[in-house]
């Protein structure tokens, strides 16, 4: 089995910061990707980051604000929220995919961590 365990939301104001963590449990998996997406009430899931092999991916409107990162020793990754606005609150989503072992080709998800930005 596959389990991603979030932590760090939580209620900030508008310009304050955020760590969230991923911790990942698996076997029989080396190479993956993992990132963070969110999704809003009201609104459909989408990508904030992700990271494989050091090149990492954002979404243009956390792009300069946000820094994720991966220690695959501990299985864990990390997105750093800085400067957060109202419009980055949302439930956040940790996700894994595969590329290699037997598990690859699907996508694992997180129970998601909270995210409040007041204004």
């Known amino acids: 089995q596959v389990q991603l365990v979030e932590s760090g939301g939580g209620l900030v104001q508008a310009g304050g910061s955020l760590r969230l963590s991923c911790t990942a449990s698996?076997?029989?998996?080396?190479?993956?990707?993992m990132g963070w997406y969110r999704q809003a009430p009201g609104k459909q899931r989408e990508l904030v980051a992700d990271?494989?092999?050091?090149?990492?991916d954002y979404s243009d409107s956390v792009r300069g604000r946000f820094t994720i990162s991966r220690d695959d020793a501990a299985n864990t990754v990390h997105l750093q929220m800085n400067n957060l606005k109202p419009d980055d609150t949302a439930v956040y989503y940790c996700?894994?995919?595969?590329?290699?072992?037997?598990?690859?080709?699907?996508?694992?998800w997180g129970q998601g961590t909270q995210v409040t930005v007041s204004s």
């Open positions: 698996f076997s029989k998996i080396s190479i993956y990707t």
């Open positions: 996700i894994l995919q595969p590329h290699n072992g037997p598990y690859r080709g699907r996508d694992y």
């Open positions: 990271i494989f092999n050091g090149r990492t």
